[in-house]
């Protein structure tokens, strides 16, 4: 990756497991429990309405969500988070420029990211908060940029052709054909680094990171 190359990655879905955590406030908001047993795999975006609950019960739900100062702050990350999040700090090392592009709503939800990403071990980190995220693709020249929801990628390259969007397999998003779009479908979030999405600098950094890929070892 050269000096120029500026990399958007989501958050929720792709770093954050926020299903899990939704699941259960879902639970404990409407004292209902409608979904299966867990875990299991979510079926589509808007899945507490396919498992039962109302649109007013959902909407409750967010609004718990957004009044509190600590829901984002609190996610668990997936297996490959923190591998992901070293590759990436180790390409911004050599020069690339990092965004994490995330629609949450709610208090302090900047602050509350960027101290998550900290938790993680990604200093520093650059937090933007839109759901436009073609536009934002557009007006950073994003050279690169990974999403879990279909509607995101579509926008992007709607927005900003010049990006490579990739979209990582969820099994919310399984149904969607991501080549009809000019998207690459993608298993993991390291094969985001690893199948040259995201390029790897030819700088001491990037090399000691290109070797450790090859190798098969974890980051």
């Not at 299991?40 to 009044?67: A, L, M, R």
């Not at 984002?72 to 050599?94: G, V």
């Not at 020249?141 to 999403?147: A, E, F, R, V």
């Not at 979030?189 to 690893?194: R, S």
């Given at each position: ?8 990655v ?6 954050a ?18 979904f ?9 975006w ?10 007013v ?22 297996p ?38 900290l938790?993680m ?12 995220k ?8 994003l ?26 397999t ?11 779009q ?5 298993a993991?979030?390291?094969e ?5 999405n995201?390029a790897?600098a030819?700088?001491a ?10 190798g098969g070892?974890?980051l």
């Amino acid at each position: 990756m050269n000096h120029l190359s500026r990399v958007g990655v989501d958050v929720d879905g792709v770093l954050a497991d926020f299903n899990s955590a939704f699941i259960q406030r879902v639970i404990d908001v409407t004292g209902r429990d409608l979904f299966p047993a867990r875990p299991f795999d979510i079926p589509c975006w808007n899945y507490p309405q396919h498992y039962g609950y109302t649109e007013v019960e959902v909407s409750t739900v967010w609004t718990n969500i957004k009044t509190d100062s600590t829901f984002w702050l609190s996610l668990l990350d997936y297996p490959q988070t923190r591998s992901l999040l070293e590759s990436l700090r180790n390409i911004q090392t050599a020069g690339t420029e990092i965004y994490f592009i995330t629609a949450r709503p709610g208090v302090r939800v900047k602050e509350q990211t960027e101290g998550w990403l900290l938790y993680m071990g990604f200093e520093f980190p650059t937090v933007l908060i839109s759901s436009a995220k073609g536009l934002c693709a557009r007006a950073l020249d994003l050279t690169h940029y990974i999403d879990d929801r279909w509607e995101n990628v579509v926008d992007v390259r709607q927005y900003s052709p010049t990006t490579s969007v990739s979209l990582l397999t969820q099994p919310w998003n399984v149904e969607n054909s991501a080549s009809a779009q000019g998207v690459r479908r993608i298993a993991s979030v390291l094969e985001f680094v690893q199948l040259g999405n995201v390029a790897l600098a030819t700088s001491a950094s990037g090399d000691a990171l290109r070797r450790a890929l090859q190798g098969g070892r974890s980051l």
